[in-house]
């Protein structure tokens, strides 16, 4: 009898000293993340972690282990924190580590009654918030099935390439998210599960990401300026342009006030350049009216087996600079096609297009533009053969897929999809510093 009421005693102790929660805690993003806190009194410590072995069945038992023998990864789930404990009256403080997949921080936080707030602070010393509240179970906080398989019916419909639907490497990813969806348990979860398994899609990077709640935000009227990188040197950073006329005009006005005999075009990077900005922008770079070329959607796509030629563009497309500056219809569009009308002022000196092997997108398809009709010299690395249109979708008002619904083909008819463009001066150092040695 005496050894029954020690067991029991002995389990008494070890329950009142580990105690866990669940808390439905959201990031700066606007991320949901399901956080389990477990929490052992004996030592004053903590450990959370979101969904366990998320992370290890996201990238399959083998890779994981090779990964955590290689000392790449350290747990099982997606994010894991850890680290000391205290209390005072209802209140409990952590003080630890909050690690997610790319990167870690140091983490202060306190929970009291129902409500969780934090502080994660990175590198340079700037804070990001994190705040939270207790919730019931470690169930999935909303319906992830349903928000994968409607990102999957917009991408089949949508997509510029109908072949997508129906090839091996789009069956296989779809059949590896269906068999995880149903585990998915939080929103940084689903959007890490898209990422990972999608890495060999053609259409990367593929993704379902939270809409930021700051995103409606009243923003003031931003100041273009044109950069000084060297006397007589101008530079221009192509995700940094107006989609107005009169401040793309100002922005030249500028640059033919100061006499620059040189401009510099960054396109290096994933651009995030608009239609609108990139054909604004070409009408200041030529003095005589040219066609560029054209987006296809996948309206036309469906409907055509033929690639138009400039006679055709203003027949059956938009031009350009008449796409949405919201970019949410492009899709309901044949496409649009670009036909730069000289500015009355345009830019009558040296240009050059700075690229890398990611210069993609609209810059990529202004690059292929300028080294056709010989109007830049393009100098860095061979861009990345992705000159597309993408596009943001809105899932169930609170997440977004953003899918390519338009490919480029220049005026000759020519798809540069996987092609890539290749510089005129090909370097390996910084496109730029090597640009202004000349």
């Not at 949901?32 to 990238?59: G, S, V």
């Not at 609108?276 to 009408?283: K, Q």
Request: aromatic share 10%; charged share 25%; proline share 5%.
């Amino acid at each position: 009898m005496l050894k029954i009421f020690l067991l029991l005693f002995s389990m008494l102790l070890a329950f009142n000293s580990y105690s866990q929660t669940h808390w439905c805690v959201r990031n700066e993003n606007g991320e949901e993340l399901l956080l389990t806190i477990d929490i052992n009194r004996d030592n004053l410590t903590f450990e959370a972690h979101t969904r366990k072995d998320a992370l290890k069945e996201m990238a399959g038992t083998f890779t994981y282990m090779l990964a955590k023998t290689a000392g790449k990864l350290r747990y099982p789930e997606i994010v894991h924190s850890a680290g000391k404990i205290s209390f005072s009256a209802d209140t409990t403080f952590y003080n630890g580590t909050f690690d997610y997949l790319d990167k870690s921080f140091p983490l202060s936080a306190k929970t009291w009654q129902n409500h969780f707030t934090g502080l994660l602070t990175d590198n340079k010393n700037r804070t990001h918030p994190l705040l939270g509240e207790k919730v019931s179970s470690d169930k999935p906080l909303r319906d992830y099935p349903t928000i994968i398989n409607t990102a999957f019916s917009i991408t089949e419909k949508l997509n510029w390439d109908r072949s997508l639907a129906g090839s091996s490497e789009w069956l296989s990813f779809k059949s590896k998210v269906g068999d995880l969806k149903s585990k998915i348990a939080d929103d940084y979860e689903l959007g890490a599960v898209i990422f990972w398994l999608g890495k060999k899609l053609p259409i990367t990077p593929y993704e379902i990401r939270k809409i930021s709640k700051r995103e409606n935000d009243s923003k003031p009227k931003k100041i273009y300026s044109v950069r000084e990188v060297k006397p007589g040197t101008a530079y221009l950073d192509l995700s940094d342009l107006p989609v107005e006329k009169e401040d793309m005009d100002q922005l030249f006005k500028d640059i033919q006030k100061k006499e620059y005999a040189s401009l510099v075009l960054d396109a290096r990077g994933r651009k995030n350049m608009h239609l609108v900005s990139a054909a604004l922008l070409a009408d200041h770079l030529t003095a005589k009216p040219a066609d560029w070329g054209l987006y296809l959607t996948r309206k036309w796509i469906d409907g055509n087996s033929t690639i138009p030629m400039p006679p055709m563009y203003a027949k059956s497309f938009k031009n350009g600079l008449m796409a949405p500056a919201n970019g949410t219809s492009l899709s309901a569009e044949n496409g649009y096609y670009l036909k730069p009308v000289p500015a009355s002022v345009a830019f009558h000196g040296k240009i050059y297009l700075l690229m890398d092997q990611k210069t993609s997108r609209i810059a990529e398809a202004l690059a292929i533009w300028l080294k056709s009709d010989k109007l830049a010299t393009l100098a860095g690395q061979k861009s990345a053969g992705m000159p597309m249109l993408f596009e943001n979708f809105t899932i169930d008002n609170e997440f977004r897929i953003n899918i390519p619904t338009a490919q480029f083909y220049d005026k000759l008819g020519k798809s540069w999809l996987g092609t890539g463009v290749e510089p005129d001066l090909a370097t390996d150092e910084d496109a730029l510093a090597f640009v202004l040695k000349k």
